[in-house]
């Protein structure tokens, strides 16, 4: 496709429930990144990934949080043991590059977790 | 604290009429500057960004930014708006990280919204 897919676009989990979240980027971006987005937040950084290598996890909120993109393109977020506040619009971003500030970033339409 | 404030929350506007929707930053490093927006159950969508050289960055849809070093800002304007400008944008700064790698931190978001 043209842009950066995402699924499902909406999901909902029972508290304790483990989750799993698939990113399609745009292909042969390099750089793919993970957000959060709060209600009324702005997306909040995850994890970013350089090909096949995860090059930052520090915005991951706990070990409950794990991504892996393990042939460089699609990525997936898996989220164990959800909680309410894990509940979000997760949100899937590539570029280009190997640094996402030159081309800018394409975002998916994220996938909407709602944790009961 | 590297931190990113956009002021307003939300901009009521006339159709036709100049806007400018603020952001501030704080760093004690370079840093790059982006504006995305956010149309009604649509992605984020690059508007424009800030690398080097000129201060005044035009973007799509007739917006421009201007980043001021001293002040630390980056405010988005538009001379004439139109009922379609109505979204969210949202200010975004990359900030070194470990490894050479810039990770975005973006601001609340600022809902602009257009009457006729």
């Known amino acids: 496709g043209a842009g950066v897919s995402q699924s499902p676009r909406y999901k909902v989990a029972k508290r304790g429930q483990d989750v799993a979240l698939r990113c399609d980027p745009i292909?042969?971006?390099?750089?793919l990144f993970w957000y959060q987005q709060a209600l009324g937040q702005g997306p909040e950084f995850l994890t970013y990934?350089?090909?096949?290598?995860?090059?930052?996890k520090s915005g991951l909120p706990s070990d409950r949080f794990f991504a892996e993109r393990p042939e460089g393109s699609v990525s997936t977020l898996k989220i164990q043991r959800t909680q309410q506040e894990d509940s979000a619009v997760y949100l899937c971003?590539?570029?280009?590059?190997?640094?996402?500030?030159?081309?800018?970033?394409?975002f998916g339409p994220g996938t909407r977790l709602t944790v009961l | 604290a590297q931190s990113v404030t956009q002021l307003d929350s939300q901009v009521p506007v006339f159709e036709e009429a100049p806007v400018e929707l603020r952001c501030n930053y704080s760093?004690?490093?370079?840093?790059?500057l982006f504006w995305y927006v956010q149309y009604p159950n649509q992605g984020l969508q690059l508007l424009l960004k800030?690398?080097?050289?000129?201060?005044l960055v035009k973007g799509i849809n007739g917006f421009e930014a201007e980043f001021n070093k001293s002040q630390t800002s980056f405010h988005l304007r538009k001379p004439s708006v139109h009922i379609s400008d109505t979204a969210e944008y949202f200010c975004a700064v990359s900030f070194p990280a470990s490894g050479g790698s810039y990770i975005p931190t973006f601001g609340r978001g600022t809902s602009l919204i257009v009457h006729p």
């Open positions: 800030y690398l080097s050289g000129s201060t």
């Open positions: 760093s004690s490093v370079s840093v790059y």
């Open positions: 292909s042969g971006h390099v750089s």
């Open positions: 990934f350089q090909n096949e290598a995860q090059l930052d």
């Open positions: 971003a590539s570029s280009l590059g190997r640094t996402e500030h030159r081309g800018g970033q394409y």
